[in-house]
């Protein structure tokens, strides 16, 4: 019976993931900085937009380690195809 590869060591699903990875990344840390931007003129402007400055600036710390996360997702999947290219052209 064949051992079963998980995702990660499958090193083709991490290279056809890269387009929507990079992508996902992208979006959290514009949605990052658009909840630091948020915090910022609701604690400037002392009132509250929808939620208090603390809470978007909690929500912008997580959102910008969520990016990070996919962000090292992309840098596997760029070193992944950057050796195979460079064992190619070795062989």
């Given at each position: 019976?064949?051992?079963?590869?998980?995702?990660?060591?499958?090193?083709?699903?991490?290279?056809?993931?890269?387009?929507?990875?990079?992508?996902?990344?992208?979006?959290?840390?514009?949605?990052?900085?658009?909840?630091?931007?948020?915090?910022?003129?609701?604690?400037?402007?002392?009132?509250?937009?929808?939620l208090?400055?603390?809470?978007?600036?909690?929500?912008?710390?997580?959102?910008?380690?969520?990016?990070?996360?996919?962000?090292?997702?992309?840098?596997?999947?760029?070193?992944?195809?950057?050796?195979?290219?460079?064992?190619?052209k070795?062989?």
């Open positions: 019976m064949a051992k079963r590869q998980r995702h990660w060591e499958n090193r083709e699903f991490i290279k056809a993931r890269l387009g929507s990875s990079g992508m996902t990344a992208h979006v959290c840390f514009v949605l990052g900085i658009i909840f630091t931007v948020l915090g910022i003129i609701a604690d400037a402007a002392n009132v509250i937009l929808g208090t400055s603390v809470s978007w600036f909690l929500l912008a710390i997580v959102t910008l380690v969520v990016g990070l996360m996919w962000f090292f997702g992309v840098g596997l999947a760029w070193y992944l195809i950057t050796t195979e290219a460079k064992s190619k070795g062989e």
